[in-house]
């Protein structure tokens, strides 16, 4: 690829993208996730380079929506992402990728303008402002692996630790990144509500300030924003009847108000909200600030729920909040675990996600998140023991 596709600029009005020009530009859901499955396909030697080159080429060959709606999993950062990861393997790429990281600085810096305004006016934000898949969590994750010693990703942990400090709104103390709006239509939050999850909330925040830190990116106020946040994740922590831990999808006014959470029992053990994502979270930042007491708690959490009893409660395969999920969020955290019960547990996670895959009906969805080509990169880091691709860091579960 010797020419980065055109990227519409928002500066000069961006228009609406939808139909095959929207799809193939959708880590989450289109062309760029499933060219990410070929690319490790290929790196593994359990496809060709040949589909790879063709699913990249779909992907990233024509014009790219680079307007301020854009994110980590749609648009200029995910074809970023894409071209990043096919550039460590193949020279390439080389070009198209470092044309877009410029696009994407710019794209940065535009959308960190509106959110510091937005904090320094006292309004309330959005998660489109924040979180992984649309906001500033996760261009930040774009940004740590590109250009991290750049001021734009310093300003971004700048805005990060601002964002999460508690504020006081109508005489009430909300945390930092706190929303008016519900979490889903479906699902109404009167008042709005503090996400606590890793694709939307607080657990995203807490792993990028925590994978930064550990590898020495570091800006005034990072240690307190962590230690703030995992003091968050200690008082709203649950119990289970079998001594693992939970924690609410998100906390509403009331759950504020009475101290208690509304959420009667355990979610799914999903990457995207449940607790091995948090876990995961916690664990990657007790081993930047050098804590082996959480690292041992969080790990111990993980563990907890890697369990039949709990693994039962899942109702499909994806990496948002599924088997593949759990078990990428599981693999990352071994390799890192001091805690002997995650190495054991580890290959009957393995084992579950390839026979899975191996009876999965492979009709409809073929995207990363919810889709097959997310499940087979869980099976393929499952089959050969590690990922070729570094695909988990759009997870930021590394």
């Known amino acids: 690829m010797n020419r980065p596709a055109t990227t519409t600029s928002a500066e000069a009005g961006t228009p609406t993208m939808d139909g095959p020009d929207a ?47 854009t994110g980590l999993y749609y648009g200029t950062p995910a074809i970023a992402f894409l071209l990043h990861r096919a550039a460590e393997a193949d020279d390439r790429y080389h070009t198209a990728a470092a044309t ?29 402002e924040y ?18 010693h750049s001021d734009t990703f310093a300003d971004v942990l700048r805005y990060l630790t601002v ?17 008016a709006h519900d979490p889903d239509p479906t699902l109404p939050t ?26 020495g990116h570091i800006v005034d106020h990072h240690t307190e924003a962590i230690d703030q946040l995992t003091r968050h994740f ?24 009475t101290g208690r959470v509304s959420q009667p029992t355990p979610g799914r053990p999903s990457w995207c909200y449940g607790t091995p994502g948090i876990a995961r979270a916690l664990q990657l930042a007790a081993i930047a600030t050098n804590d082996p007491a959480r690292r041992a708690d969080a790990e111990h959490a993980l563990a907890a729920c890697l369990t039949d009893r709990h693994r039962s409660r899942l109702t499909d395969l994806g990496l948002c909040h599924g088997l593949a999920g759990l078990y990428a969020t599981a693999h990352h955290a071994t390799a890192d675990a001091l805690d002997p019960a995650l190495h054991h547990q580890l290959p009957a ?4 996600i390839q026979t899975a895959t191996h009876h999965h009906d492979q009709d409809g969805n073929a995207g990363l998140l919810t889709g097959h080509a997310g499940i087979h990169l869980a099976a393929e880091t499952a089959r050969n023991g590690t990922t070729h691709t570094g695909w988990g860091t759009c997870l930021l579960i590394t």
């Open 23 to 69: 799809a193939r530009q959708s880590l989450a859901t289109g062309t760029a996730g499933i060219a990410l499955l070929h690319l490790e396909r290929a790196l593994a030697g359990t496809g060709s380079w040949a589909d790879a080159h063709a699913h990249i080429r779909a992907a990233a060959t024509g014009p790219l929506d680079g307007g301020q709606h």
């Open 100 to 128: 877009l990281d410029e696009h994407v600085a710019r794209l940065a810096r535009r959308r960190l303008t509106a959110a510091t305004a937005r904090l320094r006016h006292g309004g309330t934000g959005s998660l489109g």
């Open 131 to 148: 979180d992984l898949f649309y906001g500033l969590t996760g261009i930040g994750a774009l940004l740590m692996q590109r250009m991290p």
């Open 163 to 179: 964002l999460v400090r508690t504020r006081k709104q109508d005489n009430r103390l909300l945390p930092g990144w706190w929303v």
């Open 190 to 215: 009167p008042g709005g509500h503090a996400n606590l999850g890793v694709a939307h909330g607080a657990a995203g925040i807490l792993a990028l300030l925590a994978l930064a830190m550990r590898h």
């Open 234 to 257: 200690d008082r709203w922590r649950q119990h289970d009847v079998d001594g693992g831990s939970w924690w609410p999808q998100w906390l509403t006014l009331d759950d504020l108000r």
């Open 349 to 352: 996670l393995a084992s579950a």
